[in-house]
């Protein structure tokens, strides 16, 4: 069975800091990787999704990174906003169409 | 920009009621899952479902829970004779079913089983 771990369980950082979300997961053998935003009560925001194939991707201030072999993905995000605060989850998609999920980062930016 | 809307937001019942929770999937998707979580605890996998039969079901996913698309729009989550242990913010979700489609999710049903 797939398992993703999340580190840290949380993080708070000062405004415009620059921070990274680590990722493991223990089966390699993976269709996809996906980041996710929560904020509290609500549903999960897709952030970013990196194909098996690919090593990184970026949308904006965030950029993710995959590392199959060793089982890890970090998602960076650059000069860090209040509004940022939420958390972070990660997603590997071991069979087509199921995913397994860490226990996120919670994120506080404080302004 | 088109979403997964659920309903109802909240949903709460006496434990051995029947609850139907409610999911219209993004209109072009062809995917459809249903996912919950446990107040602190990690997004599960329950289900998914593809050309209207379940594609592939998770171990807690048994005779006590059912779904359905009755209707082309609609994808619906039955569980019968709730337990308490069920109380949980149950997602849907959809893709549009290329191996790169992001899954999309609704803003979830807490369900509360009293």
């Known amino acids: 069975k797939q398992e993703v771990t999340q580190i840290p369980a949380a993080l708070s950082v000062p405004e415009g800091e620059n921070l990274v979300l680590n990722c493991s997961f223990t089966d390699s053998a993976i269709y996809n990787l996906q980041w996710f935003r929560q904020d509290p009560g609500k549903g999960l925001t897709s952030l970013l999704l990196?194909?098996?194939?690919?090593r990184e991707q970026t949308s904006g201030r965030l950029n993710a990174s995959l590392d199959k072999s060793s089982g890890r993905s970090t998602l960076y995000i650059a000069a860090s906003q209040p509004g940022d605060s939420a958390t972070y989850l990660c997603a590997v998609e071991k069979n087509f169409n199921k995913f397994y999920f860490g226990s996120g980062t919670k994120l506080n930016v404080k302004p | 920009e088109p979403e997964v809307t659920q309903t109802p937001s909240h949903q709460v019942t006496q434990m051995g009621q029947e609850v139907i929770l409610r999911c219209v999937p993004i209109?072009?998707?062809?995917?459809f899952y249903w996912y919950r979580q446990i107040l602190g605890q990690k997004v599960e996998f329950l289900v998914s479902f593809y050309n209207n039969e379940i594609s592939e079901k998770s171990e807690i996913f048994d005779d006590q829970f059912s779904v359905e698309r009755p209707d082309g729009s609609n994808f619906t989550l039955k569980i019968r004779s709730t337990k308490l242990e069920d109380s949980a913010m149950y997602f849907c979700?959809?893709?549009?079913?290329?191996?790169?489609?992001?899954?999309?999710f609704g803003n979830g049903t807490r369900l509360t089983v009293t």
């Open positions: 990196i194909q098996s194939s690919q």
């Open positions: 209109s072009n998707h062809l995917y």
């Open positions: 979700a959809s893709t549009g079913g290329s191996y790169n489609s992001p899954l999309h």
